[in-house]
């Protein structure tokens, strides 16, 4: 038994549901595209299950965060697919994938052939047994992907309410659990064998101020070592956590974040992999013109570094799968995708983003005891990342801009002097093509059209500020 369909997503995730609107807005007729995915709900945005999800009051459920309310779009319900006559084939794996066939083979035994395959799988949790402790499936040990993982998280955080629980991991999942954790009045200690938080993309020094604000929310560190066992009741519960260093700690829940592996397996010896994900061009072609991978699964040219990057982040996965359909739908119009990483994150009352790439020498600027602060990384004589946390809707867009840009820095000393300033003048600058307006007696009117863009930028800016506070407290939950 078989179906055939022109489009098929393979995944039901963030980037299939942004996919999903590309396809309507650039026009498809009913039936042609079909998404097959193993959630047993229409795409979602990720984010929202360590944020809003997680709270104990008022907390985000479906279908309040359905894609693409994350990136300010339409939210797209069951009706919408319905609606726009797109086929869905939910609560189903795929087992197999024959590329030269152009088939997929789901778990129900259905043959499901396409013209065009996306793939969107992403990632899978990693599992402690692959660093060999056991104890994963022990009834109080929470891992965070996907919707079910979520709903069993708050589940178990339910019945630990005064207890202990032990994170294990120190990157987003870590951090964003251990502080839902808190808010729900646990008790967290967090360990991790890096030397602090947030390792792959925060200094020393960012980290210091992440750490202390949660130790003033309770919460302990142990840095340096890593879980070697547990102790596990005759109920199949873990009551306790040893240690690589001999500690030992009482525990009424785990939650592990220890990173994520793509899923790529269904196309291994198939199609091209490079840095763990499927190979793709920048227009997220794989080595077999008929496939496509966007999102977490996806390894692209990063065009502002020059080489491929695999990214786990959920403004890769919307844009990333945006870009393929244009590809797929208008190929003469779709150029190569040129893309800025982005990543963010949102604990307690706090807000971080961070652009480009962090290589090279660090540049801290701004106000560690305080609210509003940064770095810049500078790499062969150019800035290529930023980071701010605490910052205005006009600030991050200033320090995207200016990682964009990737000015010169000849003087380290002085961009730290400048600090967010740097970003904002960079990114205020007028294009170099534009010629400077001159007056009929030949004068070049500079003076007042800085002194009208200063009184304009108090306006704007101030707008701009109220706006983001509004939003960014109507985002929180994200
Ligand atoms: C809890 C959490 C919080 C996050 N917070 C942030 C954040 O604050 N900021 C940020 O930038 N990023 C964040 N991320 C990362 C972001 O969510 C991911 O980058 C994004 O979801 C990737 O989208 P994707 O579509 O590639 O993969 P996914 O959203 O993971 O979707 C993959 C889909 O494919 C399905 N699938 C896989 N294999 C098969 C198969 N064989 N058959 C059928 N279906 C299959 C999966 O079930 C899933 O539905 C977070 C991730 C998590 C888990």
Redesign the pocket.
Same mark, same amino acid.
């Given at each position: 038994m078989g179906r055939a369909f022109t489009y098929v997503i @393979?995944?039901?995730?963030?980037? +299939?549901?942004?996919a999903a609107l590309e396809f309507t807005k650039r026009g498809i007729s009913h039936g042609e595209l079909c998404i097959?995915?193993?959630?047993p709900v229409v795409?979602?945005?990720?984010?929202?299950?360590?944020?809003g999800?997680l709270l104990p009051e008022a907390p985000s459920r479906l279908p309040s965060f359905h894609t693409c309310v994350g990136a300010n779009e339409e939210r797209l319900t069951p009706k919408w697919y319905k609606e726009h006559g797109i086929e869905l084939v939910l609560g189903?794996?795929?087992?197999s994938a024959d590329v030269r066939r152009k088939t997929?083979l789901?778990?129900t035994g259905e043959t499901i052939s396409y013209k065009i395959l996306i793939i969107?799988?992403?990632?899978?949790?990693l599992q402690l047994e692959e660093f060999g402790v056991a104890g994963s499936d022990a009834e109080n040990v929470c891992y @965070?992907?996907?919707l079910a993982? +979520?709903t069993r998280l708050v589940d178990v955080m339910q019945s630990c309410t005064g207890g202990n629980a032990v994170v294990i991991g120190g990157g987003?999942?870590g951090m964003?659990?251990a502080a839902s954790l808190v808010i729900n009045k646990i008790n967290v200690t967090m360990v991790f064998p890096e030397a602090h938080c947030m390792a792959r993309l925060f200094t020393p020094k960012i980290a210091s101020y992440y750490e202390d604000y949660y130790k003033s929310k309770g919460v302990q560190f142990i840095k340096g070592t890593a879980l070697s066992s547990f102790d596990i009741d005759d109920s199949g519960k873990v009551t306790a956590v040893t240690l690589r260093d001999g500690n030992r700690l009482p525990a009424d829940m785990v939650v592990v974040g220890i990173g994520?592996r793509p899923?790529t397996?269904?196309f291994e010896g198939q199609l091209t992999l490079e840095k763990g994900g499927i190979k793709v061009n920048g227009w997220m072609q794989s080595s077999n013109s008929s496939v496509y991978a966007?999102?977490?699964?996806?390894a692209f040219p990063v065009k502002l570094f020059g080489e491929t990057r695999r990214?786990?982040?959920?403004?890769?996965?919307?844009k990333?799968?945006r870009h393929a359909v244009a590809a797929i739908m208008e190929p003469a119009k779709t150029s190569e995708f040129d893309y800025l990483p982005?990543?963010?994150?949102?604990v307690f009352t706090l807000s971080w983003q961070f652009y480009g790439d962090s290589v090279g020498e660090v540049v801290h600027y701004g106000d560690f005891s305080g609210s509003t602060f940064g770095a810049y990384w500078v790499s062969k004589g150019q800035l290529v990342g930023s980071f701010l946390e605490g910052g205005t809707k006009e600030e991050y867009e200033a320090i995207a801009k200016a990682t964009k840009l990737k000015p010169d820095i000849e003087d380290l000393a002085e961009l730290e002097r400048q600090g967010l300033g740097f970003a904002l003048a960079v990114s205020r600058k007028p294009p170099p093509s534009q010629p400077p307006e001159v007056s009929s007696s030949g004068l070049v009117l500079q003076k007042p059209m800085y002194a009208w863009h200063a009184t304009a930028g108090v306006i704007v800016a101030a707008s701009v500020a109220v706006f983001a506070y509004w939003y960014g407290r109507r985002r929180r939950r994200?």
């Open positions: @393979l995944g039901g995730g963030v980037a +299939a549901g942004y097959i995915s193993e959630e795409p979602y945005e990720r984010p929202a299950l360590s944020k999800f189903t794996r795929v087992k997929l789901t778990a969107a799988t992403g990632a899978r949790a @965070l992907r996907d993982d +979520a987003y999942i964003e659990c994520i899923n397996g269904l966007v999102g977490d699964v996806a990214l786990e982040h959920v403004d890769s996965a919307r990333s799968a982005f990543f963010y994150s949102r994200w």
